[in-house]
């Protein structure tokens, strides 16, 4: 009678234990682009992101020199055989531009209207780090008010390496979730900022283990970029981050899975 009650407390024990892990997401890195048909920060990736039901596809994104919020990594584009700076370049000349794909540079207002028929997957948008802190400024109020009017935000975090960036989002939307990638400042500091958690590269997370836990005590996620290879998608997993962001969403989904 105590092996079977001891057996049965295992049992549920496990049970208990397996949400925490399967109850970690993934979430695309600028989409699902290494698969046919699609490019990196594309539209495309971002309707493949929600076809394979990830937690988040993340997209980054600057403003155009005449105040046109656009789609894009890079802080230049090559145009022509010729490097242009994106937040010095007009929309016009950025238009230009085409993706691996064939997709043209796409606007941050085409690719929200794209994201709006997505069903699955959640929208992470990365603030670029520019120049002057005004341009920034205006970036991230014009994004979070098109956000705003299509009735979205509960869809929608953000993410940056400028903890100005962290700091817009708080004032332009409080409740927005906002994550800060920089990976030089603890938990507790983040916690002054009002950030919703850490969003650090997995060389600072490997190093810092310890910041998970104090991160999960003071009530935030922790996302963990960007995880490709299976050796460290395990270590990721087993650190017990909530969001582990990746190349390969694929891969990252079949290991929790046997996890």
């Not at 699902?32 to 539209?43: I, L």
């Not at 800060?180 to 983040?190: K, Q």
């Amino acid at each position: 009678m105590m092996v079977k009650k001891t057996v049965t407390m295992l049992l549920l024990a496990a049970v208990l234990y397996l949400p925490t892990l399967h109850s970690q997401k993934i979430i695309a890195h600028r989409g699902f682009w290494k698969t046919e048909g699609s490019a990196q920060n594309s539209v495309a990736a971002l309707m493949k992101a929600d076809s394979i039901r990830a937690y988040g596809s993340e997209v980054d994104i600057w403003i155009s020199s005449d105040g046109i919020p656009v789609v894009n990594h890079d802080a230049t584009v090559t145009l022509n055989g010729k490097q242009l700076r994106v937040e010095d370049t007009p929309f016009e000349t950025l238009r230009k531009v085409k993706l691996s794909n064939g997709e043209q540079l796409p606007t941050v207002e085409e690719y929200l209207n794209a994201f709006e028929k997505c069903t699955h997957t959640r929208l992470i948008i990365e603030f670029k780090s520019h120049k002057v802190k005004e341009r920034e400024t205006e970036l991230a109020r014009k994004v979070i008010d098109m956000v705003h009017q299509r009735g979205i935000r509960e869809k929608v975090e953000y993410i940056a390496f400028g903890i100005h960036f962290v700091q817009l989002v708080r004032q332009f939307d409080p409740q927005a979730p906002v994550y800060y990638l920089n990976g030089d400042m603890s938990p507790a500091v983040l916690s002054s900022f009002g950030a919703a958690g850490l969003d650090y590269q997995y060389n600072v997370l490997f190093k810092r283990p310890e910041w998970v836990q104090a991160a999960h005590e003071l009530g935030q996620k922790v996302n963990i970029w960007t995880v490709n290879k299976p050796e460290d998608i395990q270590k990721a997993i087993e650190l017990e981050v909530d969001f582990i962001t990746t190349d390969e969403p694929l891969l990252v989904k079949e290991l929790l899975k046997k996890h």
